[in-house]
Structure formats: structure tokens, C-alpha cells
């Protein structure tokens, strides 16, 4: 297991120094943080490698790329340009050489400020409306096995994923697995049960302290305080010799330099 970050910066060097504060060498990359995407208003393979061999030089990584959250209007196909635009920035991040796209394909369904018991999202299987957002996983899903790029979905409710999986059957279409599933709910220790190793492809971590029915009703806290076990959490991917990448994230008061030595003492890379 490597212990990465999230990166934002266009500049290589401001990348590395970074990475070399808080001892890490892979990230995860913004796309529009591309030099070229935003006079481009896209992602082009090349651009992408070029950063990329910027990277490599000041021995930077991109493990993976950090796609845009897509509009409700483009999931449910009444965006085609969005849809295209979407589709064109996986393309090019897979040919790229990218092995890994972290996507957030449902973030604009979910219910922020009001509780909905039992309903995760805006749209769940069966309803109206899920057939369209199916279809819109066989097209992203269907470009992502075009240019073998793994999709690590960011998606916490359980049946929503394993009703997404067992629609759209690839090896390709994933997880990411981040403990912010335990806010709605869901029992975040068990990732190799809840998932299944082939198809975590990145793993966050994070905790909180939830002090309410709300999505966000909580605050963001250290590593090691909330209401997750966070070592439990990394020890299970130590066991199941998870080899990818997680990076902490939402830590509250925490440092990113500490979040990273913490996770350097669970996984045994301190």
C-alpha cells in the first residue's frame, strides 16, 4: 500500500515540494489542474503526459486523475455535449497512461441537509430514473474499458454500487473506499467484505464525529479520533495486501503531514 495525496497545483515544482513536506511520492491529480486544460476547456493525452514526465522528474507520481463531479443533467443524458465532454476527459486520461480515475459520478443526487431514511440518494434502484443513470454508466464504464483506465468510483451506499455493478459488469467499473460511508450509515471496517479487493482501486481515508441525521450533520476530525476505527479500517487493507494508493483527506484540525505519519505507522511504511 502507497500513501498518496490529493493535488491541485499546476506547478511541478510547487507539486513536488509538497509531496517532499509531507513524505509522500503519489498523487491524485486534478484534471483541471492540467497546464493546457484551462485554455483548452478540455483534457488532451498529451498535455497529460507532458505534466506527467514533469512529475516523473522531481520523482512525482500521478497514480491517478481526479475527475470533475458530473451535473445531474449529464447523468440523466439531458446534457449531451456535457455527456461527450465527460467521456473525451476519461478518454484522454486513459490514454494517457493514467491507471486510475477517481469520479464521483452521483455526488449531485445526494441529499446534503435533509435525512431521508433509507434513500442515500435522489434516485434510488428500481425508480424512476434509475434506467438513465444505468445507461450512464455503461457509456463511461464503456469508454474506461476503451483505454483500460479503472473507474474508483466514490460512491458509500452499498446497494446503490452492487446494483451498479451487477448492471454494468466490468473490471474496470470500482470503488473508492472511504470511510465517509459510516455517514450515512454504512459500516465502513470491512472494505475486502463490504467490496471486494478487485475492486477497491483507491482508498481515502478520513473520520468524523456525526451529531445528527443529516449527510452533514458532522465534524471533520483527526485520523485517530471519530466515530471510525481508523486503524482497523487500514489494517483490514493490510491484511488483504491491498497495493494501491490511499490518501487521507477531510482531516479537520489534523495536518497533512501528520495524517501521512499516522497512516505510516499503520501500514508499516513509518
Known amino acids: 500500500m502507497r500513501i498518496g495525496i490529493?493535488?491541485?497545483?499546476?506547478?511541478?515544482?510547487?507539486?513536488?515540494?509538497q509531496c517532499r513536506d509531507v513524505g509522500v511520492n503519489d498523487?491524485?491529480?486534478?484534471?483541471?489542474?492540467?497546464?493546457?486544460f484551462a485554455e483548452r476547456g478540455r483534457l488532451t493525452g498529451d498535455d497529460c503526459k507532458r505534466f506527467a514526465v514533469q512529475l516523473a522528474q522531481r520523482d512525482i507520481e500521478v497514480a491517478g486523475m481526479i475527475i470533475p463531479v458530473p451535473s445531474r443533467e449529464v447523468v440523466l443524458g439531458e446534457d449531451e455535449e456535457g455527456r461527450a465532454g465527460l467521456c473525451q476527459m476519461l478518454r484522454a486520461a486513459g490514454e494517457a497512461g493514467v491507471d486510475t480515475a477517481l469520479f464521483y459520478p452521483l455526488d449531485q443526487f445526494l441529499y446534503f441537509d435533509e435525512h431521508h431514511p433509507g434513500r442515500s440518494l435522489m434516485v434510488m434502484p428500481g425508480e424512476e430514473g434509475w434506467t438513465r443513470i444505468v445507461e450512464f454508466f455503461k457509456e463511461v464504464v464503456?469508454?474506461?474499458d476503451e483505454v483500460d483506465?479503472?473507474?474508483a468510483n466514490h460512491l458509500w451506499a452499498v446497494n446503490v454500487v452492487h446494483a451498479i455493478w451487477e448492471a454494468v459488469d466490468s473490471p474496470n467499473n470500482g470503488v473508492t473506499y472511504c470511510q465517509g460511508m459510516s455517514l450515512i450509515g454504512e459500516d465502513p471496517h470491512t472494505p475486502v467484505e463490504t467490496w471486494g479487493m478487485e475492486r477497491?482501486?483507491?482508498?481515502?481515508?478520513?473520520?468524523?464525529?456525526?451529531?445528527?441525521?443529516?449527510?452533514?450533520d458532522h465534524e471533520e476530525v483527526p485520523l485517530?479520533?471519530?466515530?471510525?476505527?481508523?486503524?482497523?479500517?487500514?489494517?483490514a487493507l493490510v491484511k488483504a495486501e491491498y497495493d494501491g494508493v490511499i490518501a487521507p483527506e477531510h482531516l479537520g484540525p489534523q495536518s497533512l503531514a501528520d495524517a501521512v505519519d499516522y497512516l505510516k505507522k499503520l501500514t508499516g511504511a513509518a
Open 200 to 216: 477497491i482501486f483507491f482508498a481515502h481515508a478520513r473520520n468524523q464525529a456525526q451529531h445528527g441525521p443529516c449527510l452533514m
Open 142 to 144: 464503456g469508454v474506461a
Open 6 to 17: 490529493h493535488a491541485s497545483s499546476s506547478d511541478a515544482d510547487e507539486i513536488a515540494g
Open 27 to 36: 498523487i491524485f491529480l486534478y484534471v483541471g489542474s492540467v497546464p493546457g
Open 224 to 235: 485517530q479520533q471519530g466515530d471510525v476505527d481508523m486503524a482497523r479500517c487500514v489494517q
Open 149 to 151: 483506465l479503472q473507474l
